[in-house]
């Protein structure tokens, strides 16, 4: 399926956010997971199904002060 992730598109075999998440190597600590503008809980990963021509964002969270 294709997928636009963070401006980039990508073609991946994947059904699940979890999956998309592994295949792409991307981290799963201490990153928030929106697909199409809609936050996903890192719970749920598993079991989102994916359609493919979503829009992924993956935000890394970080450190100020």
């Known amino acids: ?12 075999d994947a059904n699940t956010l ?6 792409l190597g991307l981290p799963v600590e201490g990153v928030a997971v929106a ?5 996903v ?3 749920q990963w ?4 994916l359609q493919g021509g979503e829009e992924v ?6 450190r100020g002060g």
Request: glycine share 8%.
């Open 1 to 12: 399926m294709v997928f636009n992730v963070n401006g980039e598109v990508r073609e991946v």
């Open 18 to 23: 979890n999956e998309l998440v592994f295949v």
């Open 35 to 39: 697909v199409n503008g809609r936050i």
């Open 41 to 43: 809980l890192r719970s």
């Open 46 to 49: 598993d079991d989102f199904r």
């Open 57 to 62: 964002m993956v935000i890394g969270a970080t």
